[in-house]
């Protein structure tokens, strides 16, 4: 099992960023990347991986690849 993690920061002036990161192997390790990125100011949560969620992740990676 994996697990991914989104990230979403609202900036004063500019669009929402939205970003993901994985996949992370272990829960815990999850929570660890999570909390982090909290501690940064970001909205973050841990997502188990699924068809769903990979499928999400690839068509955001696409659309920041242009």
């Known amino acids: 099992m994996s697990f991914y993690v989104r990230r979403m920061k609202a ?14 192997r272990s829960d815990k390790q999850a929570q660890k990347e999570r909390d982090a ?9 841990v997502f188990e991986s699924s ?11 696409k659309e920041v690849a242009r």
Do not use: K
């Open 11 to 24: 900036e004063r002036f500019e669009p929402t960023r939205l970003e993901w990161v994985g996949p992370i």
């Open 51 to 61: 068809p769903d969620v990979r499928a999400t992740v690839r068509a955001w990676q």
């Open 37 to 45: 990125w909290r501690e940064c100011g970001w909205d973050a949560t």
